[in-house]
């Protein structure tokens, strides 16, 4: 999963609000923050909201068409039941 930039520069500005400055310059500790939360999320196995949107709207068009499929074969079943039921 590529991981968004946004998401981690907002984490990471959030971190850096509570630890104000430590020694370090600014962009040192901005940089390995963004490591650090770049790599603990790397650890997870997360999906983008987009491909769960897109993995969701596959799975809803697959239950239509299944349920669709099921009807259609209940109706032949019931046909088949009819007509050896009435041989000719």
Avoid: C, W, Y
């Amino acid at each position: 999963m590529q991981i968004d930039n946004a998401i981690l520069d907002q984490i990471t500005q959030n971190v850096m609000g509570v630890f104000g400055k430590m020694g370090e310059t600014r962009e040192e500790l901005k940089r390995k923050i963004h490591d650090i939360v770049r790599e603990g999320v790397e650890h997870f196995d997360l999906v983008t909201r987009e491909e769960f949107d897109v993995v969701n709207e596959l799975l809803s068009n697959t239950r239509i068409k299944a349920d669709a499929l099921e009807k259609r074969l209940n109706e032949l079943e019931e046909a088949l039941a009819r007509m050896s039921d009435n041989p000719k």
